[in-house]
């Protein structure tokens, strides 16, 4: 069965409670996360978006690519963005022994570590797989385990840009964290999306935060 919906169900919220999947606001607040990076020119392209509409956002960063990439990944906490821990090897923890997962998530926060002053307590599972054991340990490690609210869909290819961009406008509402990806996968959609999607949630009224 396909885990991913558009919009998350209630059901599954309730069921799994313990995880972070919006944050509820009387103020109109939503938060844009970006999976995946950093990458070059991709993730740079939608930091200058953000800085050009003044928008915080979260970045779910790959521990590998922040080796990569130290500069990028320097820049998105320059420009007061929020990080969080996307493992090291964008691992499906679905098909890895506890054990190896929870190695691969320290290995990523290590990699944060190198750069960052203060530790980052967010962490979200590639793919939004991971088992319960798995979560547990994780959380007792003291990570919030940060999951979604709204799921673009940027990274798949059989879904048209314009698809993306419904998903996120008619699902969206206050407390929204909603999931894009700076990544090779989905740069072509975002590029097409990412600027009017922003506007056109500015026009309803949304205002953006990154996590806490």
């Not at 930091?47 to 521990?63: P, R, S, V, W, Y």
Request: charge should be positive.
């Amino acid at each position: 069965m396909e885990f991913f919906w558009t919009k998350t169900p209630k059901t599954v919220k309730k069921l799994l409670r313990n995880f972070i999947w919006e944050v509820p606001n009387s103020n109109n607040t939503i938060y844009l996360t970006f999976d995946d990076g950093p990458i070059p020119e991709v993730t740079e392209w939608v930091l200058d978006i953000l800085k050009e509409e003044n928008i915080k956002a979260t970045f779910f960063c790959i521990g590998d690519n922040i080796q990569k990439h130290p500069t990028i990944y320097q820049r998105i906490l320059n420009e007061g963005h929020k990080t969080g821990n996307h493992t090291f090897n964008h691992l499906n923890g679905w098909e890895t022994k506890t054990k190896n997962y929870i190695e691969n998530v320290k290995q990523g926060q290590t990699e944060h570590l190198k750069l960052k002053t203060e530790n980052s307590w967010l962490f979200r599972p590639p793919y939004g797989k991971m088992t319960l054991s798995q979560s547990k340990k994780i959380q007792k490690l003291g990570y919030k385990i940060v999951m979604w609210d709204v799921l673009s869909y940027d990274f798949k290819p059989s879904i048209t840009a314009e698809k993306c961009k419904e998903n996120v406008l008619k699902n969206t509402t206050a407390g929204s964290i909603i999931v894009f990806h700076d990544s090779i996968k989905a740069e072509k959609t975002l590029r097409k999306i990412l600027p009017e999607v922003i506007q056109e949630l500015k026009n309803k009224r949304f205002k953006f935060d990154a996590l806490a």
